[in-house]
């Protein structure tokens, strides 16, 4: 979809900004350019919209060279969001997400119902933000309209320079989950920039490590992480990668432990008889039809004594993630709940339990399946090399 070839960039002033870029992007693929300050990302991403030419090299989009084509009908093919969102202050939410329409000649109505259904989209209700000013907006408002209003001419492609780089960590991440929920629906062909090897790993499908003007690695966030392909890279990703692997491992069905399961009918006696048989201290309570209803104890269920059922002694369980959360997630919750595991769910469905165990477990069937992966990336790399 997008495919650097040789490109480099040099200023009038001499300076080399970017050189030797060789890569490309598949369509629907989402590609996180990482790497310090004055390393040239945000040269990369100019080159793609024609901000910047290149000096050396050539950009093809969708097989054609950007070189010969009108860069306004380029630009209308790219989305471009920026950390300073850019939103014009004396238009309101709405006519702000519904500029790039309106200038290429969409209908009024046509252009504000599109605004209207992508500020949705990023979470935005429009009855209520739709009418306001930019200022009375947060910070994270500002952006998701940023991002709404790049997506409003349905662009294949979206070029972000930073884009969550001006909101605090926590609404950061949100912001970046909310991103990957709508990226799961639009598909888009994404490259998005960031100095941050967390948001590069969280949010890649495939990250471009850059160190001086050169990408130093190209490859999914499991192989960056768990094999840099230089020292600079391993130094980048930092000491700390295990804990960082975290956030690109979901958690499995395979991963998952099966504690002692009983139902809220039935009666505290017999299942404090079943959990006293397994040598359970607690149990997990489904309900008739299997959703989770929460856990109960081995001693609570032995004191109930006659009459009662599991349902009236059952706590809530708090302690849960969704399968596919990532090992992160579910770690979180664990320390947020001080407890020694974290049930995981389908829906409402129960599958069972993530213990520290486990969890250490799934880390290591990562870096052993990526090691795997790295060894055949470079067999093909090869082969691209000989020709
Ligand atoms: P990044 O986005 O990774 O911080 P940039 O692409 O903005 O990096 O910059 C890469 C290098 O090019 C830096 O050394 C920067 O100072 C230089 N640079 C950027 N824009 C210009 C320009 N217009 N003229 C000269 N040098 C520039
Ligand atoms: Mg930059």
């Not at 739709?130 to 492609?157: C, E, I, N």
Request: proline fraction near 5%; hydrophobic fraction near 45%; glycine fraction near 12%.
């Amino acid at each position: 979809m997008i495919r650097f070839e040789q490109v480099g960039k040099r200023y009038p002033d001499g300076t080399t900004a970017v050189d030797g870029l060789d890569f490309e992007v598949a369509e629907g693929e989402l590609v996180t350019l990482v790497g310090p300050s004055g390393c040239g990302k945000t040269t990369t991403m100019m080159m793609v919209n024609r901000l910047i030419e290149p000096t050396t090299g050539r950009i093809l989009v969708d097989g054609e060279d950007i070189a010969g084509v009108d860069p306004v009908r380029l630009r209308r093919r790219i989305g471009y969001v920026i950390q300073q969102v850019g939103l014009f202050p004396h238009r309101t939410v709405l006519d702000n997400t519904a500029t790039v329409p309106a200038l290429i000649g969409w209908k009024r109505g046509r252009a504000r119902a599109r605004a209207a259904e992508l500020l949705e989209l990023v979470g935005l209700d429009p009855a209520t933000y739709g009418p306001r000013y930019p200022d009375q907006l947060s910070g994270g408002q500002r952006q998701r309209v940023g991002v709404a209003r790049a997506l409003a001419a349905d662009p294949p492609v979206l070029l972000m320079d930073e884009p969550f780089g001006a909101v605090d960590p926590v609404v950061r991440e949100q912001l970046q989950d909310e991103f990957l929920r709508m990226q799961a629906t639009v598909r888009k062909t994404v490259l998005l920039v960031t100095h941050d090897i967390e948001e590069a790993v969280r949010l890649g499908d495939r990250i471009a490590v850059y160190g001086k003007g050169r990408i130093e690695q190209y490859d999914t966030p499991g192989a960056v992480l768990g094999t840099p392909a230089t020292p600079y890279v391993a130094g980048f990703v930092g000491a700390d990668r295990g804990l960082k692997r975290l956030s690109v491992t979901v958690v499995e069905a395979d991963d998952l432990e099966q504690p002692v399961v009983v139902r809220t009918a039935e009666s505290a006696e017999r299942a404090a008889g079943r959990l006293r048989a397994a040598g359970a201290r607690w149990g997990v309570v489904l309900d008739a039809g299997g959703d989770l209803h929460g856990w109960v104890g081995a001693d609570e269920l032995a004191l109930a004594g006659r009459g009662g059922t599991v349902g009236d002694l059952a706590h809530r369980m708090n302690a849960w993630v969704a399968v596919g959360a990532s090992l992160k997630q579910a770690f979180g919750v664990m320390l947020q709940h001080d407890a020694g595991w974290v049930a995981v769910l389908d829906g409402a469905r129960f599958l069972g339990v993530l213990t520290p165990a486990k969890l250490h477990e799934a880390l290591r069937r990562s870096v052993d399946a990526d090691a795997q992966g790295v060894t055949r990336g470079e067999v093909a790399f090869d082969s691209v090399a000989d020709v």
